[in-house]
């Protein structure tokens, strides 16, 4: 490597560092899912099988497959396996809107897509309008859940699905696993530093998707980096509650990678219910946990909690969003009355980096820092729309470079060239759209994004092209998308609509706008509410004048509030 770094990464692959992980401790817990423990050997050979069998469906070296489940035995094993064999993984989050999937199909040329049962409706409609052949490998949750847990899922929700799959290009997922039987050893595949190991998706600011390609190297640095910066002890034996999902960065850099490689136990949870994870939390007594800021409020007046002894948690780490002041003292004052020794650390960081690349220390806050950079992570402040770099203390846009900083967009160097930059220096930076500022000690602060963005839940909404399929609808002039503060998604996404001359608001409208939405846009990020106006304010070059409405519309929600 040409750049001198503090930690020593080694030339391995993301398989082949939890296959360390996995001869250091072949007996311990590497996945719980439900009360079901897999070892780490056990692991390794539920990944070989799978690996296996994908080399029976003709999947390759440089090949992508598409992984469009929640968190799951099946896709750790899933997105191993494409690594063990060089292939890529393509992640997706399983509630995308049809016309998503197939973009995420065409874009990354998937000859295959795994999922589960009860999101094939979606995906089959998906595969229909995709531009090439691609083999559907559908599974089933209950196939993993102990006997008890899948009769009962089964009986409750998973009998509605039994009839998939069912069309020619699909298979089983235990078919699919007989596959291995016909292949012998794997063909021995090494790391290469610049091969795209994972695609994870970032929403475009007014178009499509884009895709983040990303390597072996940057998620062993991103999973190293992290265990340097988390500074206390990271080793077998410990276990993370596992409830971000694999299909974002925080969830499969943090939760999942970092985890495994260094001997400690994912326990899976498929989705968040903020009922099942207090249950989780004082049954499994996990050592860490981590999420985005409303799952941790959530945890503030659950009725389950109270009274619990929360000392086992040795660390919580909040990401996503930003954690307010306000937030963080309840948080903390709420952890220190459940005998918990810790804080409640903010990281900071994006998909082009894997996710953190910034974390509050151990021992020390600093209001409205989201801390100091990650080990071999280096941050700086430009004057926005320069490479200008400022003084301490001024502010502007958030730059960093390192080894996790992603190889570029998938067939898109135009946003590449603008967000990955070579400087003066020689080295190629990262140009994170976020404004912030930087002090004399390093802390970084973080203060709003450039772009328009909204976060829900954790997840990023941009309002372009939720605006774009609006705008499409006969009756409609033009609208705007903002976010509205809420208390339990932080933000919620809201639509104002000026229809064309004759067109008259109703109910019927209403749910008109909804289907075509519902046809492009994840249902994650679908309209909360879509409130008709007769016109929008406009800035002084007539465009809409979005922060007005942001304004008016969140001083509504303070006034409600109160």
Same mark, same amino acid.
Request: aromatic share 10%; with cysteine; hydrophobic share 40%.
């Given at each position: ?25 072949? &007996? ?38 598409? !992984? ?13 396996? !494409? &690594? ?5 993984? &393509? ?16 874009? +990354?040329? +998937?000859? /295959? ?34 006997? @008890? ?10 009998? =509605?699905?039994? $009839? ?5 290009? +699909? ?8 596959? /291995? ?10 790391? =290469? ?35 340097? /910066? ?10 993370? !509650? ?86 963080? $003292? ?7 009355? $459940?005998? *918990? ?31 100091? %950079? ?9 004057? %926005? ?12 846009? @958030? ?23 070579? !400087? ?12 912030? +500022? ?18 829900? &839940? ?7 092209? @939720? ?19 809420? %208390? ?62 942001? =304004?008016? *519309?969140?001083?509504?929600?303070? /006034?409600?509030?109160?």
């Amino acid at each position: 490597m040409s750049e001198q770094f503090v930690i020593d990464y080694p030339e391995l692959t993301m398989f082949q560092k939890v296959e360390q992980a996995a001869m250091q401790f072949p &007996n311990d817990d590497a996945v719980e899912f439900y009360g079901k423990k897999i070892s780490y050997s056990a692991f390794i050979k539920r990944i070989v099988r799978c690996a296996r069998a994908f080399t029976a469906i003709g999947i390759k070296k440089g090949d992508a497959v598409t !992984l469009c489940m929640p968190n799951i035995p099946q896709t750790l094993d899933c997105f191993y396996a !494409l &690594n063990r064999i060089g292939a890529v993984a &393509n992640m997706v989050h399983p509630l995308s809107a049809q016309k998503e999937i197939t973009y995420y199909l065409n874009v +990354s040329e +998937s000859k /295959a897509i795994v999922t589960v049962d009860m999101f094939f409706g979606n995906v089959k409609k998906a595969i229909a309008a995709a531009d090439h052949p691609v083999l559907a490998i559908v599974t089933r949750m209950q196939d993993e859940l102990p006997p @008890i847990f899948g009769a009962v899922f089964f009986l409750k929700k998973g009998k =509605e699905f039994r $009839h998939y799959p069912d069309t020619e290009n +699909s298979i089983r997922y235990k078919k699919f696993l007989k596959g /291995a039987e016909r292949v012998g050893k794997l063909p021995e595949i090494g790391f =290469e530093k610049d091969r795209t190991a994972v695609i994870l998706y970032s929403g475009g600011t007014s178009g499509l998707p884009k895709g983040i390609c990303l390597t072996d190297l940057n998620f062993n640095a991103c999973a190293m980096q992290s265990r340097e /910066a988390i500074s206390m002890p990271f080793h077998n034996g410990l276990r993370m !509650l596992s409830c971000m999902p694999m299909f974002h960065g925080f969830g499969l850099g943090i939760n999942i990678h970092t985890v495994l490689i260094h001997g400690a136990c994912c326990m899976l949870m498929p989705t968040f219910d903020k009922h099942s994870y207090a249950k989780a939390l004082i049954k499994k007594r996990p050592n860490f946990i981590a999420g985005v800021p409303t799952i941790f409020e959530a945890l503030l007046h659950l009725p389950e909690l109270e009274g619990q002894d929360l000392s086992f948690l040795m660390g919580m780490f909040c990401g996503g969003d930003s954690l307010s002041v306000e937030l963080k $003292h309840s948080i903390d004052t709420f952890l220190k009355a $459940h005998n *918990a020794k810790i804080q409640v650390r903010e990281g900071y960081g994006l998909t082009e980096c894997v996710t953190a690349s910034c974390l509050t220390p151990k021992d020390e806050y600093r209001e409205n820092s989201i801390g100091l %950079p990650y080990p071999d992570t280096y941050y700086q402040i430009v004057a %926005p729309g320069t490479d200008d770099v400022l003084p301490y203390g001024e502010e502007g846009e @958030i730059i960093l470079r390192g080894p996790s900083v992603m190889k570029g967009y998938l067939k898109n160097p135009e946003e590449t060239a603008k967000t990955l930059r070579r !400087l003066a220096d020689g080295n190629i930076w990262l140009y994170t759209g976020d404004l912030g +500022s930087m002090d004399e000690d390093g802390y970084v602060y973080f203060k709003q994004r450039i772009k328009r963005m909204i976060i829900t &839940n954790g997840y990023n909404v941009y309002p372009g092209p @939720i605006e774009n399929v609006i705008d499409g609808v006969d009756e409609v002039s033009y609208s705007c998308v903002i976010g509205v503060k809420d %208390p339990r998604r932080m933000q919620r996404v809201r639509a104002y609509v000026v229809l064309r001359d004759g067109a008259e608001p109703s109910d019927a409208l209403r749910k008109k706008i909804m289907d075509e939405l519902s046809l492009h846009v994840a249902r994650y990020a679908l309209p909360k509410e879509i409130i008709f106006r007769d016109e929008l304010p406009k800035t002084l070059v007539g465009k809409v004048a979005y922060r007005k409405l942001e =304004e008016e *519309a969140n001083a509504e929600a303070e /006034a409600q509030k109160a």
